[in-house]
């Protein structure tokens, strides 16, 4: 199914589902501007097949000569290979809802469309070569971004940033692979000292490349798939009212009864690009009845899935078993350390309290009188992105399959540099270097299976 068959035109419904201003209908392949010929009735009396490139007609849909207009619609028609997918598009823009659009779309289908498979339009961009892999996966980043910071990474995988440096890497192991294989087969010229120590100086400029990608990896991931934040604390110290807070919304109840949230409430907010699922839990205490009990094993189940924990106390009272049991539970997780209510305290938090969270971030804070809130976002966005990242300004990883790629391609350059640095033979070389070069490949698209390329299209959604 990864072979595109030129004369299988495809169509699908491009908007949601739903109500809305307009549904867009689309169609690709070699049949469809001919199909568009058999059911448009331009009002200026053209046909698509005589309409320039890119250019926009308003008209009806029917299915003949004769038959009743299905639709009112403005098409375009975008020949290739100067389109999405390189191939003739033809899209009809339709009035919004379902109906229309629909029977515009079964009107295609007996003409011979076909029905377009999740993500077919961009798997065909990129086997037609208009895009790499990772371009075609970028197509679902930006659809899915939450945040702005999200949306840069994946426009920058769009544009190509991280094939260009993926490919730069690979065209630098070829040239590398071919002058190892030279020494295979003119075994005259068998890899002398000074080109060994040469290419050496090459393979370490690789590996350090390969290294720096990997290493965007953890921040390039934060900004694609957000990180999970627990609330977490005994019953009654300000949790709801924080999550309110930092929503700017009230989202859940607050009352000044403990146990007042019984479910794990979940909401993403938006820390400076980065988006964050932040969770408010049901107050952690020794249990009373079977519904707390359920509802505190929701939370320590969240506490496991976290990626950071906000555990928060009550600065007014005197720190209790509730709260170390909690502080138990997060153990060696990354945790920032909220003293709440502390418009209630009149003399300055016992050093012992701080001293006992020692490592750990400690801010105190008023959800009442919104104190000390900025601190805690910084805090959180600190915690969350590793060293100094400056987003944007190179290309990122965000995708664990690339990352996985790159890994193996690491690891294969480090035997290529030992097989070198020991002077062994260049047949061994030779086989680490083309191990490299299939996973740098796997990463651009180029030695990728037609699995992995169904589970990745398979992910997108119809019409795209
Ligand atoms: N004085 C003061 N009161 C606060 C502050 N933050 C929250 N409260 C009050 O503390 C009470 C409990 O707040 P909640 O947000 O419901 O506490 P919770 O931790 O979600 O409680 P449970 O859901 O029962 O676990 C409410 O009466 C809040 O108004 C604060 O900074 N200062
Ligand atoms: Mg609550």
Not at 122 to 139: H, P, S, W, Y
Not at 157 to 176: C, F
Not at 229 to 240: F, L
Not at 381 to 392: K, M, P
């Amino acid at each position: 199914m990864n072979k595109i068959n030129p004369d299988d035109t495809i169509v699908a419904i491009s908007t949601p589902i739903g109500e809305g201003g307009i549904s867009i209908v689309r169609l690709s392949g070699t049949r469809a501007i001919k199909i568009a010929d058999g059911i448009f009735r331009a009002k200026d009396g053209g046909t698509p097949s005589r309409f320039e490139t890119y250019t926009t007609h308003y008209g009806w849909i029917a299915g003949g000569p004769h038959a009743k207009v299905v639709d009112e619609v403005i098409l375009t028609v975008m020949k290739a290979p100067k389109s999405y997918t390189k191939e003739d598009i033809v899209e009809i823009n339709c009035h919004g809802g379902n109906q229309a659009v629909k029977k515009v779309m079964d009107l295609t289908l007996k003409l011979g469309a076909r029905l377009a498979e999740p993500g077919e339009f961009t798997k065909r961009a990129f086997l037609n070569g208009r895009i790499d892999l990772t371009q075609a996966e970028a197509v679902l980043d930006v659809i899915r971004a939450k945040t702005e910071g999200s949306l840069k990474v994946a426009m920058g995988q769009l544009e190509g940033e991280l094939s260009a440096s993926v490919s730069e890497i690979l065209k630098d192991v070829t040239d590398i692979t071919a002058e190892v294989e030279a020494a295979i087969d003119f075994p005259d010229e068998e890899l002398e000292f000074v080109r060994r120590a040469e290419l050496l100086v090459r393979v370490k400029e690789i590996l350090a490349k390969i290294r720096g990608l990997v290493e965007s990896y953890d921040n390039g991931m934060v900004f694609r798939e957000g990180v999970l934040a627990i609330i977490c604390g005994k019953p009654n110290v300000g949790k709801s009212s924080l999550m309110n807070l930092l929503l700017k919304r009230d989202r859940v109840i607050v009352s000044p009864v403990p146990g007042t949230t019984r479910d794990a409430v979940e909401e993403t907010i938006n820390l400076n690009g980065i988006p964050v699922r932040l969770v408010d839990t049901a107050g952690i205490s020794e249990t009373r009845d079977i519904l707390e009990k359920e509802s505190v094993k929701r939370s320590k189940k969240y506490l496991e899935l976290s990626d950071i924990a906000i555990l928060m106390l009550d600065a007014s009272t005197p720190m209790g078993k509730a709260d170390k049991e909690i502080a138990g539970i997060i153990g060696g997780k990354k945790k920032i350390v909220l003293l709440n209510k502390i418009d209630l305290v009149k003399k300055a938090v016992p050093r012992k309290l701080k001293e006992r969270f020692k490592g750990d971030v400690v801010i105190e804070i008023s959800v009442k009188n919104k104190k000390g809130i900025e601190r805690l976002e910084k805090a959180i966005e600190r915690s969350i992105l590793s060293g100094a990242f400056n987003q944007g300004e190179s290309a990122v990883v965000s995708n664990a399959r690339h990352k996985e790629a790159l890994d193996k391609a690491y690891g294969s350059m480090l035997s290529v540099n030992k097989a070198l640095e020991e002077s062994e033979s260049p047949e061994i070389t030779a086989i680490d270097l083309k191990e490299a070069i299939f996973n740098l490949g796997l990463v651009v698209g180029k030695s990728v299976s037609d699995d992995i390329l169904d589970r990745i299209f398979s992910r997108f959604c119809i019409g795209k």
